[in-house]
């Protein structure tokens, strides 16, 4: 897999156009025949921006097409490492995207965190460089039992095999008396992550089927209570994984500081009615993380996994770009918001093919 490294920083839109148009100047006067790309082989660029958030929309992609070939590429299902102190994220669902030849496009990456202790990445910085990432099928195989995992995982003793939510293989009831640093060690812990996220979406589905779980008791019947569900249960792992720990302690914490802030009020003031309520909703919360967590253990890993992640194809014939380019720059107005986005497969372009 070829990825072109993530844009670092972001240049004032007047600076960029005006080297832009130096650029298309120098172009137009030596009358460059300008070669086509031999293909589509890892030439687009990407930046990752976090949003803010824990659950849901996580990451914005930007993607950035420098070529006079349209390209066609899918993102998904893969594990985002931590980076600078924020969260790290698995993206479980696909997204096939079509770039436009010296054009860019943005996809909205939803996902789950997988971090309990950091903090999400502020919107607008910059997440980990999609380098970095790692999809499904470039990760280590998932662990089995009876076979060691690896150098990268570390045994535990005094393994706590009774609690409901202590690890296991993979779709068994094999105890998994290892830990892992995942930020350290992303390619060997990838697959681990994507699959217990994926299976606590099927648990938590599978347990609403069956009537097993009443989320109106929670007091919480939006329609956000799957992912805030799901999430809990993935931190539930997650924590475990890395040696951390979130157990129902830490979960009525979390859950009091969200209620403190909802009701702005400190907890001790609360009128004693609220207190027995919260105490109600933590108790039954709790026990539905543990019965999704407990279920999904038992769910097999599903084998359909794409191997096209970050796979670029062309999407349709080549452009001109002296009869595009000009039209396309003088069509940005440098004071607006984005501008330097949308000038940016230009200026890449320039670099690329001028002297």
């Avoid at 060690?185 to 990838?190: D, G, K, L, T």
Wanted: with cysteine.
């Amino acid at each position: 897999m070829k990825h072109t490294f993530t844009l670092s920083s972001r240049v004032a839109a007047p600076n960029i156009r005006t080297r832009v148009m130096a650029g298309l100047f120098l172009l137009v006067w030596q009358s460059l025949l300008l070669a086509q790309p031999a293909g589509p082989t890892g030439q687009l660029h990407y930046q990752a921006r976090g949003t803010g958030r824990t659950t849901g929309h996580v990451i914005t992609l930007h993607i950035y097409n420098p070529t006079t070939i349209p390209l066609r590429t899918t993102v998904g299902d893969c594990f985002i490492p931590s980076a600078a102190g924020y969260q790290g994220y698995v993206i479980l669902k696909t997204s096939t995207v079509e770039v436009p030849a010296l054009g860019a496009a943005q996809l909205e990456l939803t996902g789950y965190c997988t971090n309990v202790q950091r903090p999400a990445i502020p919107d607008g910085e910059s997440a980990t460089a999609v380098s970095k990432w790692v999809p499904w099928t470039n990760a280590a195989p998932l662990p089995k039992p009876g076979s060691n995992p690896g150098a990268a995982f570390i045994p535990v003793e005094n393994f706590p095999s009774s609690d409901p939510l202590s690890l296991t293989f993979p779709g068994t009831q094999t105890a998994f008396p290892y830990r892992i640093d995942f930020n350290r060690h992303p390619y060997e812990s990838a697959r681990l992550l994507l699959h217990a996220a994926a299976v606590a979406e099927q648990a938590y589905d599978q347990l609403m089927h069956d009537g097993l779980l009443q989320p109106g008791r929670w007091g919480r019947t939006d329609a956000g209570i799957r992912e805030q569900l799901v999430q809990q249960a993935f931190w539930a792992y997650t924590a475990q994984l890395e040696g951390a720990g979130y157990g129902k302690q830490a979960f009525a914490s979390q859950f009091t500081e969200e209620a403190e802030q909802e009701l702005n009020q400190a907890q001790q003031d609360f009128p004693p009615e609220t207190q027995q309520q919260l105490d109600r909703q933590v108790q039954d919360v709790w026990a539905s993380i543990s019965l999704v967590g407990a279920s999904a253990k038992l769910i097999a890993p599903d084998q359909a996994h794409s191997d096209a992640i970050f796979q670029e194809t062309s999407a349709g014939p080549a452009v001109d770009p002296l009869k595009m380019l000009p039209d396309q720059i003088n069509a940005v107005d440098p004071a607006q918001d984005g501008a330097d986005r949308q000038l940016l497969p230009a200026l890449l372009f320039f670099q690329k093919n001028t002297p």
